[in-house]
């Protein structure tokens, strides 16, 4: 624009295309008159002013006094005639870069498809293009779509949307509404979409969780052989911190223990291999994964068993069931629980004479049995003469009476011995000839002298 200046007026030259702005003189139904400061008259016209096939007249929409904005489009010797399409180009496309800053939504409608790039979409006016990496799940010709400008040029008026960006924020949203709704402890069902050594990933809905390999099964078990993609199952949530879920399939399956105590019961008979032998007792597998204690005090009724000497591992052993403690888990077992206490019988005591059976002859002594119990005769209480063989005197299965010098029921403890019956034998027998007959100090010494060896 330029200025000359004369006396009383100022005359102000435009060119094609600048922008000017004026004030409204006058309105009517198609035209509206501007004062734009200089000797000739602006006008624009209704179809310069607005695209909207809706508006046909300014009155209503324009008023005197109303500055208005246009482009010169033309100039004759009486008026400026102005237009405002190029600026509302340029308004409408600033939408679409304040859409872009500010995150907005649009709805486009697909126009065109452009093969093996993407899609061609129109915008109050603009067209838009959409690369087929950022176009939605669903897109179909002449329907609208949402999406979201991701990058514009202003200065040839063009911009790039994407509706996956829409889609994927949907998703998300639907995402977060969905783990706002779960709570530990619940049980979801799910699908396994990958399985890994040490973790399997488990789809929800729309939401991804994790079952660690420690929470697949109660028992140690290669993941790979128990889950496989495309499994469904049901998962416990222990988890959920960070947007993260964690799962469980052991939670919701019976441990060894919880089926063990379904089946059996305290006093039942069972059969378990032994997997360990401690100090204090032997470890026995009674189940699958599942192990109880057989205490060395329940091992046998005899004090004199060592388990130890006994058993090796890998053998089975017969045993009832003494205690189940379900808070621990833990199992006692009792082996001597179903064994007979022959000690239980045994009522003689010191100094009784009683029955016995010859079953072992050793270099020491004799193994007996005597009063329902295993008993011992040492050599010097079974014969007089020390250095003779056993043997010459004793047969396996020989019976006999002897006398109870020692018995400890608590230690199966029975020693016997066959001389101190013998001499009481040959006391009474000298006794009885002795009877009614006068008996001489030297004689009754010499009795005296035998009945105390």
Not at 278 to 292: H, I, R, T
Request: charged fraction near 30%; include cysteine.
């Amino acid at each position: 624009m330029e200025e000359f200046k004369m006396e009383d007026i100022v005359i102000k030259r435009y060119r094609l295309g600048e922008k000017v702005k004026g004030t409204v003189v006058q309105v009517e139904d198609k035209t509206l008159t501007l004062d734009l400061g200089t000797n000739l008259e602006g006008v624009i016209h209704l179809n310069h002013f607005t695209k909207d096939k809706d508006v046909v007249t300014f009155k209503g929409l324009v008023k005197k006094g109303d500055e208005i904005e246009g482009e010169v489009s033309k100039i004759t010797d009486e008026h400026i005639f102005l237009s405002r399409l190029n600026l509302l180009k340029d308004e409408s496309f600033k939408e679409l870069v304040d859409a872009k800053e500010e995150g907005k939504v649009i709805s486009a409608k697909v126009v065109k498809e452009v093969p093996g790039k993407g899609y061609l979409l129109n915008y109050i006016g603009f067209e838009l293009f959409m690369p087929m990496s950022q176009s939605g799940k669903n897109v179909a010709l002449k329907s609208n779509l949402d999406a979201k400008v991701i990058e514009v040029d202003e200065a040839k008026k063009r911009a790039v949307v994407s509706a996956k960006v829409v889609e994927r924020a949907k998703e998300d949203e639907a995402r977060q509404a969905e783990y706002d709704k779960i709570n530990v402890g619940d049980v979801l069902h799910g699908v396994v979409t990958k399985v890994l050594n040490y973790q399997v990933f488990v789809k929800v809905g729309n939401l991804q969780g994790i079952i660690k390999a420690k929470d697949v099964a109660h028992e140690f078990v290669n993941v790979m052989d128990v889950l496989h993609e495309g499994d469904t199952l049901d998962v416990s949530v222990i988890s959920k911190e960070n947007g993260k879920l964690a799962f469980s399939r052991k939670a919701l399956i019976k441990s060894p223990f919880e089926l063990f105590i379904g089946e059996q019961k305290v006093g039942d008979k069972i059969v378990g291999k032994v997997t360990n032998k401690l100090q204090f007792g032997l470890l026995l597998e009674v189940a699958p994964n599942l192990k109880g204690l057989l205490h060395a005090s329940e091992y046998s009724h005899n004090p004199n068993d060592n388990f130890n000497n006994c058993v090796i591992i890998g053998d089975e052993v017969e045993v009832a069931i003494l205690a189940i403690d379900p808070k621990t888990e833990k199992i006692s077992l009792s082996r001597k629980a179903l064994m007979d206490n022959p000690w239980e019988r045994v009522t003689a005591k010191q100094y009784d004479l009683v029955d016995f059976k010859v079953e072992e002859i050793l270099s020491n002594g004799l193994k007996v049995t005597a009063c329902g119990v295993d008993g011992f005769i040492p050599l010097g209480e079974a014969i007089e003469d020390r250095s003779k063989d056993l043997n010459t005197y004793f047969n396996k299965g020989d019976e006999g009476k002897a006398v109870i010098t020692e018995i400890n029921k608590n230690e199966w403890k029975l020693v016997l011995s066959i001389l101190k019956h013998q001499r009481e034998e040959e006391r009474k027998s000298y006794e009885k000839y002795l009877e009614n007959e006068e008996v001489t100090s030297t004689i009754g010494d010499q009795f005296k002298d035998l009945l105390q060896k």
